[in-house]
């Protein structure tokens, strides 16, 4: 007995456990990496520990999140980070006391190797799912709108690049007539959106870039009543917004595999922590949801919140 | 119970407080939980029983309210232990789009929005339900009841939840229409025990009469009856659960309109900081938009350019963190930008914004007036001001500044701060004289008591430490000090009890073999055998009587030595035996005070003075033998004088019978820095000794009480081992 106190107060639990920072909590679109990472978790025998600052702008409070991790010597660190640059030196500082660490979602200007690696959305594809979504629904012919561009972002630079490349490929005659910046707010974004929609009466589709984005958007069409003529199609998903699909309010959402990020990202741990070799870099293929394949199984198991059930 | 006998006395104690440690575990471990009773003070102002994770908590109108549109921001007060109970409390929203309600068998909080494990009830105005779910650093949502009448913010309800074993139900009473909604839920593996919670979502909240009592089964059927249990989140963590459970309204989330007389919301505003270049000569209203971060004691908005105060038209529910615009005249003044004669229009809802981390000198440039930010300072007083307010002056660099701290639960972080701390505060940084009353160049307006954060306590090299420290270094000295003489007393009894055993031995062994010798030796030399050849035998009769004894003597010498005896007794002690067979008188003296040496030294003294008495009795046949010890300051003189014949000193033998005589007294004296002195006449010879005393030592040990004697038993054991 004394033999376990002495092992377990200089080797306490965390050797055991994972801390996993997303950008935010208590949304869907993050609960579904929770999902991926307690699966994941139970099945390679790491505890994990989600939290995450309150706000997805707030970079301080994650880069604390981050420390308290490192500082507790956890056994691996998953991270998404909210800022480019902020949490690099954090990152830095938890491969410096060889703490293996995925980034998921979105990268960081550190190369992979040396026990970083990435698990990201793939935001071309993304962006090549948007124009071609649009260049449908517009016949190849008409005016959008990007709504949502976060120049901290990469992620929000390559979707907004791939759009325009993509139109300019398969859809000339589809043009970008506005690109905004968005908000952590709906109710501001909802503004701006209107603003758009106001200036620029013959938009026939916007594209927003987030969740934020795509709520302030609908909420401006819902507010104008122009729902049904303006067409959005947004990146990232949330379950109300799947409402909004299901009622014909939106038109699609291209929906990010959060769980799957969640899930490789522990499975890359614990394979680092057996010493075995891991990719540098995953890209994961995000799905077009739209009324037709909404019920499909696929779709809802990336949509799955339900993080204490194995999927 | 024998056994108990045979426990060695010294690890008697150990093991005793091991038991009684073991008992006490025990008990803990097996105690009676204590109840769960509670009942608020939120009217007279005490809320230090309630620990914050998020939020702006403060005391308002006989209720605590959550100024803060955070999302998940917790209250927590009560017991660990507390296991079933009833929790109620009348809840009222500040805001639209968020929840409100209460935790029930909280654990393991930390801030974020669903940062700890329990389960909460609340009310969720954007959908109108009642919910009921599981926490456990992620929400499960088991039961989301939509409520008659909608949910309304500001508006009183009166939550009650009640957690009986794995059973957590819930209900919630409109006063007004007596509509009552109820939710229910149950889980395998749930948790048993836990605090309790006030907690709001993006709302904000107010919380009174807030109450616990222990719960039983009875009490859960009450609600359980009236509702559908819930024993798994499963339906409402999918999409088609989600929304095919709940009524979808549509997106609405856009401005609030709460001011019915308020202007339209106007698109293009200009940005806060370049309100201090507006004239006030030809003073026209403004419109302007901003988020807020503080409500009291005056109302400041912020925006990425600046940050201004605002004069509220009426009692405005505006809470941290809600976007306003704000249309108004600017009154610029060197204290920092006011709008006056102002009408309000609440935009949106929103988390409160992180602060800029400045230092004070930053801060004292004004570059931030009216800005939420995050400085550094070390405290150099606090004062209460009208009971209302905590003022604490700080000290950043050569920056001083000060922080205001206006209603929002003073009690809990008044006596907390200690002089000299490093603070990290949080606040509306202003210099308005109000406020500064032009002693500092800027004041930091805390929004509540978590707007502070003790960096580090005061360094412990002030005075009050210094002397403490010196005190407890000069009890651990004394006690270092003790402990070392106790050992050495030790040490010095076990060294006593080993030469005990060692005289046992010789008298046993030695002495016994000598004896047997000498009475062989003796029935051979005058027996009838006389092939015998007489002198070699009587010599070696000689010698086995001399080593007898020698053995005899040092037998004496060992068992004298290391009691608590003087010098002179234990002289008398090995000197009487010497002339037990003879007429020699014996006299002993002692003159001066006396003075204990060294165990090896006494011993040397008592061998020398054997010698010398022995040399006396048997070569000068003497009749009177004076052995006279004379105490000085850092000298002791040993003399032994006898009226036996004189002899030679410089012709005398060097071994004398097969023992050391003169030269081995010699030897000893050397061994112990001592000068001896032989003079011999022929009425008589003198031994003189003198020895060096070295300088007195503290005897510390002969304060040490008697318990401690049997404390070190087994470490006097370890020592003569």
Known sequence: ?311 | MRWLGQIDRGFAAPLCFFLIAVFFVIALLFRNPPEPHYRDSFGSGKTAEWHAYGGSWDSYGGAIRNNSDERGAKLITGSSQWSNYTVEADVLLLGQNGDAGLIVRSSDEEEGVDAYSGYYVGLRDRNNTMVIGRADHGWMEYQAVPVKDSIHPFHWYHLKVIAVGCEIAASALDPESQQETAVAMVENDCARKGRIGLRSYSSGGLWKNVRANPAVSADLAAIVDRTQVADSPERLQTEQGFNSLLPYSGKAVGPTDSSSNGPAMNIHTPPLGSLRFVSDIQASPVTVRGSVVLTAPVLYIEDSSGGVAVELPQSSPVKIGDELQVTGVVDARPGGVRLRNTTLRLLWSRGPAPPLSVTASQAATGAFDGMLVEIEGRLLGKSRVQGRSVVLDLQSGHQAFRAILHGARQDLMFDRLQPNSLLRLKGVCVADPAFTENLTSFALLLRSSEDMGIVAGPPWWDTRHLVEGGFALVILLMAAVFIYFRAEQWRMSAVAEERSRMAREIHDTLAQSFAGIVLQLESALHGPRSDVESAPVAMALNMARQSRREAHRSIAALRTLHTDQSLENMLRKVLRPLISESHVKLSIASHGTPQRLSGEAEGQILRIAQEAVANAIQHAMASRISVRLVFEERKLGMEVEDDGRGFEVSTAPAFEDGHFGITGMRERAASMNAHLTITSADHGTKVTLVVPIPPRRMQLWKLAPPWTQRIGQPLRSWLSR
């Open chain 1, 1 to 311: 007995m004394f033999f376990c106190l002495v092992t377990c107060a200089c080797h306490p639990q965390s050797s055991r456990t994972i801390a996993v920072i997303p950008g935010t909590t208590a949304t869907e679109f993050w609960e579904a990496a929770h999902g991926g990472a307690e699966a994941a978790g139970s099945q390679t025998g790491f505890r994990i520990y989600w939290n995450a600052p309150t706000r997805e702008d707030d970079i301080e409070r994650q880069i604390a999140l981050v420390q308290r991790a490192i500082d507790a010597e956890y056994a691996g660190l998953v991270v998404a980070p909210t800022n480019y640059l902020a949490l690099v030196g954090s990152v830095r500082q938890a491969l410096s006391k060889h703490i293996p660490t995925v980034v998921i979602r979105s990268s960081l200007p550190i190369p992979p190797g040396q026990g970083l690696s990435y698990i990201l959305n793939d935001d071309q594809e993304t962006g090549r799912l948007a124009a071609t979504r649009v260049g449908m629904l517009l016949a190849g012919k008409g005016q959008v709108a990007v709504l949502g561009l976060d120049p901290s972002r990469p992620t929000s630079i390559l979707r907004a690049r791939a759009i325009e490349v993509e139109l300019a490929k398969s859809f000339p005659k589809i043009s970008v007539v506005e690109k905004r910046s968005g908000s952590s707010n709906t109710g501001e974004v909802q503004q701006i959106a209107q603003e758009i929609l106001t200036e620029k009466p013959s938009l026939d589709a916007i594209i927003t870039l987030d969740v934020t984005a795509t709520e302030g958007t609908w909420a401006a069409l819902a507010a104008l009543r122009i729902s049904k003529r303006v067409k959005l199609i947004g990146c990232e998903q949330e379950l109300d917004l799947m409402a909004g699909i299901r009622h014909g309010d939106i038109d699609s959402v291209i929906a990010e595999n959060t769980y799957e990020m969640g899930f490789r990202a522990i499975q890359a741990i614990a394979a680092q922590k057996r010493g075995e070799p891991v990719p540098d870099k995953i890209e994961l293929k995000p799905v077009l949801v739209t009324k037709v394949n909404i019920d499909k199984d696929e779709v809802q198991r990336m949509l799955s919140v339900n993080w204490r059930m194995p999927h």
